[in-house]
């Protein structure tokens, strides 16, 4: 059975693993591009944050940024590598939703990247059913990002599995 943390940042393995996160994307994304938030960046009263635990071990984490009262954007979505390519993904994109329609958010958004170290990232909120979009909130047109979005409700959204 899987469990979730709110908030726990300075948990040591959720600390290491967004430390980790933060590294990789920054030194994959083109200076100008990068759109990962460190630690103080999540703890922002706008974000919501939570970490996944499966046999007290961490299998990953995501947050939820509000950007007005129906529309949130994740960040921050990582899978531990011990969890990697075994589905695990899904669910914690699948927590997030449930998340966000507790907290009365209609739509999502995420942006990622486009080169090759994001294809991965693609393909699952692909396989989420996130479609293309044009930039929000803060966001303009890059080349080196991709901008993706959701709409969700109580009565029509399933899970993925």
């Known amino acids: ?61 995501g947050a939820l940024k509000f950007l007005d009262e129906s529309h949130g954007e994740f960040k921050s979505i990582r899978v531990h590598d011990n969890f990697r390519n075994q589905g695990n993904g899904i669910k914690v994109i699948n927590h997030l939703i449930e998340e966000a329609k507790k907290l009365k958010i209609k739509q999502i958004s995420i942006e990622t990247g486009a080169g090759e ?26 080349i080196n990002s991709i901008y993706l979005t959701k709409l969700i409700s109580n009565d029509l959204d399933k899970k993925v599995l």
């Open 1 to 61: 059975m899987i469990k979730s943390i709110e908030g726990n940042f300075d948990q040591p393995d959720v600390n290491e693993l967004l430390t980790k996160h933060f590294i990789e994307l920054r030194a994959a994304s083109p200076e100008g591009s990068t759109h990962v938030l460190d630690i103080p960046g999540l703890k922002i009263p706008s974000i919501k944050f939570w970490s996944l635990w499966k046999d007290e071990k961490l299998l990953g984490c």
């Open 117 to 142: 170290f994001f294809k991965p990232a693609r393909k699952l909120f692909k396989k989420c059913n996130f479609e293309l979009c044009k930039p929000f909130a803060h966001y303009k047109e890059d």
